[in-house]
């Protein structure tokens, strides 16, 4: 169990208190170590006048800076959360007895604690509070640094401890070990007035540290699979985890729609060789085999162990497509990808889960929304997501090509088609994008007898080019966009209903920047990072203010170039109100107070910078990394936000 004294009756106590300080003194005046001491203690003695430790302490060292203990508690956040719960389960089962529960990081700076208010004061005044170092280099012979020093628990009763600072307390400790590697990760530790010293403290400490540890391995688990989960969603081919069963227990979206996989299915059956039967053998470099679908389409598999320390777990199922799909010729790249869309808005959200699932569905998506608001953001987004991701992404903005070169410039044409046609001819757009994806942004602006060529391809898959007969066999993924009401424009006959019908199969709609003013926050620090070139700009509370207020006909495209602007004009690398064009600063800046329902300027500020951090983490899934990186701050002010705001990260 560990190092622990024995005390029986209170005569015994006082009996043992009286020795300890006189062989303390003894010590203190000629060095020489009492021959009844206890082993680890006479050890840690040793250590500590070796280590010149002032043995008239009676304060405790406080780590130098602030952001240092918020940097330990990043540090050892997992420890953090683990410990908690039995922290408090600890700190309820002695309810009113004077004791402290605290938890210390692997260097003996405590991390965290939980008082008893009957001997908080004491405890404050020799700052025993987390940011303070208990190791004996630092304070001397004490549970904490004992513990840590010689690897195993420990309980320090009265002038056992090093320093006079802490003759009056009892303190028991357990070191706390890396379920895996066995390194110690921390300490927890109980510490009360010496009269209440019990040898069976040392004993619920191991008792409390050995489930803590248990509890740690489950969550381990459960971070190596979120972490393995977000591998998994980064990749483009299907990806899936399954365990001893052979079950699927993690997939990414290309799985669950190229393959039509799911979770808790059985996956051995479907694969050729089964691998269920020699998974227990897969040595690291693992094994291939293939899956077959119905359609024909056939993947090669490979198949990793998954292993969670020394065990196995289970394994990594990674299929590659045997039927490359055509590649084109043209140069055409997507720039964007989901992850480019800065937002926290659940419509938004949700609008770019839906569009996840259409990227896997081949049928023509039409993307609706005011100019401005990102349709072939979102276009190519889908096209980079999807199984044509490897061919080219061809856009045409069909409003603004003339009216009478329109379908030469979709359909291409043969030489001497027209007055002015070259001689050889000319490639459309449709061919251009063969195995990939054409986007057709304003399709509203087609005129009709193009829209009845249109209609005629994506029928039949095939073009014939202006003035040729014959006809092209195109494989094409059609992406339309507009900001027009193409069923008012069907009613008013100016666009074709059976074109209509043909396009309108899956509709994503962008709201417009003023239905989603949460976003505004997040978009304008995002274009702030992504425009300014000269150093880290901020940008004070009333130009945001104004910015949030501002109506943005021109959304998204339009705040874009408003903060262009205001970088140009922002001096000493902050964009303030008046750096902002005339038409979005307006009335003049929102006063700081006055007026009834005007909020006083701080608490304004801190109810700004609570909605801009909580979208941030929904955006990021509570990812702290990812969060600083979005909002342009660094994470210990993330930290420091979500303490101040009492944030629950995990909900």
């Given at each position: 169990m560990g190092d622990a004294l024995v005390v029986k009756r209170f005569d015994e106590f006082h009996q043992l208190d009286r020795k300890l300080l006189q062989a303390w003194e003894q010590f203190m005046c000629g060095g020489f170590l009492p021959d009844q001491h206890r082993p680890v203690i006479a050890s840690s003695w040793e250590r500590c006048a070796s280590l010149q430790v002032d043995p008239l302490k009676y304060l405790a060292d406080l780590i130098?800076?602030?952001?240092?203990?918020?940097?330990?508690?990043?540090?050892?956040?997992?420890?953090?959360?683990?410990?908690?719960?039995?922290?408090?389960?600890?700190?309820?089962?002695?309810c009113d007895e004077p004791f402290a529960i605290v938890l210390s990081d692997p260097e003996g700076v405590l991390i965290d604690g939980r008082y008893n208010r009957r001997v908080f004061g004491k405890l404050e005044r020799q700052r025993f509070l987390p940011g303070?170092?208990?190791?004996?280099?630092?304070?001397?012979?004490?549970?904490?640094?004992t513990a840590l020093a010689e690897g195993q628990p420990v309980q320090v009763f009265s002038a056992e401890h090093f320093c006079q600072g802490w003759h009056n307390w009892v303190c028991?400790?357990?070191?706390?070990?890396?379920?895996?590697?066995?390194?110690?990760?921390?300490?927890?530790?109980?510490?009360g007035e010496k009269e209440l010293v019990q040898a069976h403290d040392l004993y619920l400490i191991t008792s409390q540290v050995y489930k803590l540890e248990q509890a740690l391995v489950s969550h381990l688990r459960e971070q190596n699979l979120l972490s393995l989960q977000a591998l998994l969603d980064a990749m483009h081919d299907p990806f899936i985890l399954f365990d001893n069963d052979g079950r699927v227990i993690r997939l990414n979206d290309p799985a669950k729609f190229l393959l039509r996989m799911e979770l808790g299915k059985p996956l051995f059956p479907a694969l050729d060789p089964p691998v269920h039967p020699v998974l227990g053998e897969l040595s690291q470099k693992g094994?291939?085999?293939?899956?077959?679908?119905?359609?024909?389409?056939?993947?090669?598999?490979?198949?990793?162990?998954y292993r969670f320390g020394t065990r196995m777990m289970g394994g990594i199922a990674v299929f590659h497509r045997l039927t490359a799909a055509r590649q084109s010729q043209a140069t055409a790249l997507?720039?964007?990808?989901?992850?480019?869309?800065?937002?926290?808005?659940?419509?938004?959200?949700?609008?770019?889960?839906?569009?996840?699932?259409?990227?896997f569905y081949e049928k023509t998506i039409l993307i609706t929304g005011e100019t401005g608001t990102g349709k072939e953001v979102l276009a190519q987004s889908i096209h980079a997501y999807?199984?044509?991701?490897?061919?080219?992404?061809?856009?045409?903005?069909?409003?603004?090509?003339?009216?009478?070169?329109?379908?030469?410039e979709l359909f291409g044409y043969e030489g001497g088609a027209f007055t002015g046609a070259k001689s050889e001819g000319k490639q459309g757009k449709f061919v251009a994008a063969d195995g990939g994806t054409i986007f057709l942004d304003e399709i509203g602006e087609l005129p009709l007898d193009v829209q009845a060529y249109l209609l005629r391809v994506l029928e039949e898959r095939v073009v014939v080019p202006v003035g040729g007969t014959r006809a092209i066999p195109v494989d094409v993924r059609v992406i339309a966009a507009t900001h027009r009401n193409l069923k008012e424009m069907v009613r008013m006959g100016k666009f074709r209903e059976d074109l209509y019908y043909r396009i309108h199969v899956i509709t994503l709609t962008i709201p417009p920047l003023r239905e989603r003013r949460g976003d505004i926050p997040l978009l304008v620090r995002h274009f702030i990072k992504q425009s300014?070139?000269?150093?880290?700009?901020?940008?004070?509370?009333?130009?945001?203010?104004?910015?949030?207020?501002?109506?943005?006909?021109g959304n998204i495209r339009q705040l874009k170039n408003t903060i262009e602007q205001a970088l140009f004009h922002a001096d000493h690398g902050q964009i303030r109100w008046c750096d902002l064009p005339a038409e979005v600063r307006g009335r003049g800046p929102i006063?700081?107070?006055?007026?009834?329902?005007?909020?006083?300027?701080?608490?304004?500020?801190?109810?700004?910078?609570?909605?801009?951090?909580?979208?941030?983490?929904?955006?990021?899934?509570g990812n702290i990394s990812e969060t600083a990186r979005l909002l342009s701050v660094s994470r210990m002010t993330i930290y420091r936000k979500i303490e101040e705001f009492r944030i629950d990260i995990e909900n």
């Open positions: 130098p800076q602030e952001d240092l203990l918020l940097e330990k508690k990043e540090q050892n956040y997992l420890l953090l959360s683990t410990a908690k719960p039995y922290i408090e389960e600890l700190f309820r089962y002695f303070s170092n208990w190791s004996e280099q630092s304070a001397g012979t004490n549970a904490v640094g028991s400790a357990s070191p706390i070990r890396d379920p895996y590697t066995r390194q110690i990760i921390g300490v927890l530790d109980m510490t094994m291939e085999t293939t899956y077959r679908q119905e359609n024909g389409v056939q993947w090669r598999v490979r198949i990793l162990p997507t720039r964007y990808r989901f992850d480019h869309l800065v937002t926290g808005d659940p419509n938004m959200l949700q609008l770019i889960e839906l569009a996840k699932k259409s990227a999807g199984p044509r991701r490897n061919g080219p992404f061809v856009a045409v903005n069909c409003g603004a090509i003339p009216k009478d070169l329109i379908a030469s300014s070139g000269m150093g880290e700009t901020c940008i004070d509370e009333e130009a945001m203010q104004a910015l949030s207020a501002y109506p943005w006909p006063p700081a107070s006055g007026g009834k329902r005007a909020l006083p300027r701080r608490r304004r500020s801190t109810a700004l910078d609570r909605l801009t951090l909580e979208e941030a983490l929904r955006r990021t899934r």
